[in-house]
């Protein structure tokens, strides 16, 4: 059985920053592909970042240049570095780890993070 854990949301002032965490527990054969994804009352949950198991990243472009996805596989963890937050940024973060140990896929979703950024 795999658990998946976020941490690291909260309220922040705009211009301010945020490092989410997400963690990665149980029956762990193989990282593969990893993302973060939002959602905001009343939209679909979108992409932000993503990250391929040797290290690319792209980013959604609204976040380009202000958030950085990175991973430890020794820790199985997953982390998105928010900067320069904007009110928009404001919405519920979900982690997703793709732990197929054949290469195909199998998703699994951190419960939700609350970020908000407000004054």
């Known amino acids: 059985q795999v658990h998946i854990v976020e941490s690291g949301g909260g309220l922040v002032q705009p211009g301010g920053f945020l490092r989410l965490s997400c963690t990665a527990s149980?029956?762990?054969?193989?990282?593969?592909?990893m993302a973060w994804y939002r959602q905001t009352p009343g939209t679909q949950r979108e992409m932000v970042a993503h990250?391929?198991?040797?290290?690319?990243?792209t980013y959604e472009d609204n976040v380009k240049g202000r958030f950085t996805i990175s991973r430890s596989d020794a820790e199985n963890t997953l982390y998105l570095q928010m900067n320069n937050l904007k009110p928009e940024d404001t919405a519920v973060y979900y982690c997703?780890?793709?732990?197929?140990?054949?290469?195909?896929?199998?998703?699994?979703w951190g419960q939700g993070i609350q970020v908000t950024v407000s004054s």
């Open positions: 990250i391929t198991s040797g290290g690319d990243t």
């Open positions: 997703c780890m793709n732990l197929s140990p054949l290469g195909q896929q199998d998703l699994y």
């Open positions: 149980g029956n762990i054969y193989r990282l593969n592909e």
